[in-house]
């Protein structure tokens, strides 16, 4: 009987997991209920394994986890306005309850798990590139070609390689109703995790007709990857290529790996793929990277966020030993803004809402050294923790971030947080454990 009883938790802790991997195409509303029922649920079912679980671990893996988000939240105490401060950070409150969760309550993170999260996540984004290539054929089509609708679903593909993703989505944005997130860089975030995600699948699946399926998945993602136009997306993935050939020990899948990843690097460059990143985008980073280099501001068009880094960075030199508080920070970058005549946005001239755009300034910005620090010893526990345990996966996927988080605060936006939030609670649980067994 009480085995039939933990049987039955498990199996319904499994549909939940299932259910809260979906959250990329649920309404944000859906998707934090979701996630609030997974929590409750595993606070009142497996209630009994905290005191077991603090008693052998106490608080240190928290404190890893969550060190630098705590940090944050005291750092609220030194704004202006802590009620707002402390508003502002629930979008990212997953940040401290999802590890506090997965530590002490949840059961064993198995591979079986991960796998199981990983198909309702890779399939949720199979469906956003489903939906969004849909939509910019639709777009296109209205202000452009009236034509494309009827095309082969080939000549669509042709047709939208041509052009740029922002241009066609604005085509998109600007005739239909889209409903979901349109920011390159976190829908391109969500397809490289749901490519090491797939490529986790398909190393540990045994069926061909199933390793056959997540390899046509995953060249699915790079090309959506590329056509997104997420430069550091990009360079992330062209920086973790090389350790798909380092994971793959059969030399005959290693050089079929080797082949197909040239074949669509010349499909790529036949269809014109790759002639789409000749754009004012590719443009403004390269100058942005050669105005750093050289610290000139002068530089024709300079790309805005080298006006950012450098009032980031200025501000920093102020006050970097405790910050200005994680709720003062966008009012000091404002002011910075309007007191050096910066222009920081497309659409606002001056003094806009535009942040730090890079969260280790964010959090050096926040909350000083102690926060900086907190973020960077997560990442050396983490990366530790993973090579340890062998989890090359779990490398990969602290990478996206590591690299990430260099252009944008991926950790203060849902799109940023959930996936940072979950699948890093799932891999760091599932490596603790293995190791604690050895």
């Known amino acids: 009987m009480l085995t039939r009883i933990n049987n039955s938790k ?97 059961p064993k993170v198995t591979i079986k798990r991960i796998q199981l999260f990983s198909i309702g996540y890779i399939t949720s984004n199979l469906v956003l590139i489903i939906y969004f290539f849909q939509i910019l054929v639709k777009g296109m089509a209205i202000d452009r070609n009236h034509r494309l609708l009827e095309a082969n679903v080939l000549d669509k593909i042709y047709y939208l390689s041509q052009y740029p993703y922002e241009f066609a989505v604005s085509k998109s944005l600007k005739h239909l109703n889209v409903i979901f997130e349109t920011h390159q860089v976190y829908l391109s975030l969500n397809f490289l995790i749901a490519l090491i995600l797939a490529i986790y699948c398909f190393f540990y699946v045994k069926n061909v007709l199933a390793k056959l399926s997540f390899s046509i998945i995953g060249l699915i993602f790079i090309t959506a990857i590329f056509y997104f136009q997420s430069n550091t997306t990009v360079l992330t993935l062209l920086v973790l290529m090389p350790s798909l050939l380092f994971l793959v020990r059969n030399k005959r899948l290693k050089l079929l790996l080797i082949v197909t990843l040239l074949v669509i690097s010349v499909i790529g460059f036949k269809a014109g793929l790759f002639k789409i990143y000749n754009n004012k985008n590719t443009w403004g980073n390269i100058k942005l990277i050669s105005a750093i280099l050289d610290s000139d ?142």
């Open 10 to 106: 498990d199996s319904l802790f499994n549909l939940l997991l299932l259910l809260v991997s979906f959250y990329p195409i649920l309404k944000e509303a859906l998707a934090s209920t979701s996630l609030i029922i997974f929590i409750v649920f595993n606070i009142l079912v497996f209630k009994d394994n905290f005191k077991k679980r603090y008693e052998e671990f106490g608080l240190k893996p928290f404190m890893v986890n969550t060190g630098f988000y705590i940090i944050l939240l005291i750092s609220c105490l030194f704004s202006d306005n802590i009620i707002l401060s402390v508003k502002g950070m629930k979008s990212s409150i997953l940040l401290l309850i999802f590890p506090f969760i997965v530590i002490y309550f949840t």
């Open 297 to 438: 501001s002068e530089k024709q068009d300079v790309d805005k966020r080298f006006f950012i880094y450098k009032c980031a960075i200025f501000l920093a030199k102020q006050n970097y030993f405790l910050g200005y508080g994680a709720g003062d920070v966008q009012s000091e970058l404002n002011n910075c803004y309007d007191e050096n005549n910066y222009v920081v946005s497309e659409y606002r001239s001056i003094g806009s809402e535009i942040n730090t755009h890079n969260y280790y300034l964010y959090m050096l910005l926040s909350s000083g050294f102690l926060g900086l620090g907190a973020i960077f010893y997560f990442f050396f526990k983490s990366f530790e923790l993973a090579i340890i345990g062998k989890n090359y996966f779990y490398v990969m996927f602290l990478m996206v971030f590591v690299i990430g988080l260099l252009t944008e605060n991926l950790l203060v936006r849902m799109m940023g947080v959930f996936p940072f939030a979950i699948i890093n609670g799932l891999f760091y649980s599932n490596c603790r454990s293995l190791r604690d067994e050895q």
